[in-house]
């Protein structure tokens, strides 16, 4: 069984991925509380469904791309045959994690998005550092910048574990509302980092507070 927050069909917002029809389904609970965090109500709301169910209604949308999210969904045991029956299904499946559980387990296909948290999230020091060692080529980073010390965090860990070379790609996603992008886009340019500056397209096509989307 699995507590499932919702299952919804909409356009890609992060990732390689952004701007393809996508079906995510969020997880109920998340053991982080980080500053900018967008999906507070995945803390709680949510239902249990069994893993006939949640399939059955990914496959509704008849949409090769899902995305497993939360919350954090590798809390839930079940999430692993979850992820698996998806592959096996023929889907492409994107993982959203925390980046403070391990992957380890994560089915080979999958492909990680892997979230480095920065200081200003306020939960850096949770951080499971072996995860960077467990990327696979497929796999991509993010990092959520809050301010100027977010980004020469972001900067120092890039540099320190040589993930230019080692993720299919590196995100630099500057918190909605808080930290303009433009100002982003010129430190990276400035240091001429190997990343993608990344806006949530999502928040930019409906509003930033609509659920299912």
């Known amino acids: 069984m699995l507590t499932i927050n919702e299952i919804f069909h909409s356009v890609q917002g992060e990732s390689t991925y952004a701007g393809r029809p996508c079906v995510f389904v969020r997880l109920t609970a998340c053991d982080l ?7 507070p109500y995945a803390f709680y709301e949510g ?3 069994s893993l006939d169910e949640v399939i059955g209604e990914v496959d509704r949308y008849g ?5 497993v999210t939360g919350g954090e969904p590798l809390l839930q045991e079940d999430v692993y045959p979850l992820m698996q029956r998806l ?3 023929g889907k492409t499946v994107l993982l ?3 980046g403070h559980r391990s992957t380890e387990r994560v089915p080979a296909e999958v492909v990680t998005i892997l979230d480095v948290k920065c200081p200003g999230s306020g939960e850096a020091e949770k951080n499971d550092w072996g995860n960077l060692g467990r990327l696979r080529p497929q796999d991509e980073v993010k990092f959520v910048v809050k301010d100027r010390v977010d980004y020469e965090f972001a900067r120092d860990v890039i540099a320190r574990h040589e ?6 790609a590196i995100h630099l996603s500057p918190v909605h509302g808080v930290l303009d992008p433009k100002m982003l886009s010129e430190w990276v340019l400035a240091d001429r980092l190997p990343v993608r500056v990344q806006l949530q397209l999502h928040k930019y096509i409906w509003s930033p507070d609509t659920r299912g989307v």
């Open 96 to 98: 959203e994690t925390g």
């Open 47 to 49: 239902s249990k469904r």
């Open 163 to 168: 993930l230019a070379g080692r993720a299919a």
């Open 87 to 89: 592959l096996s299904s």
């Open 63 to 67: 949409c090769p791309l899902v995305e």
């Open 33 to 39: 509380r980080c500053s900018w965090c967008d999906t």
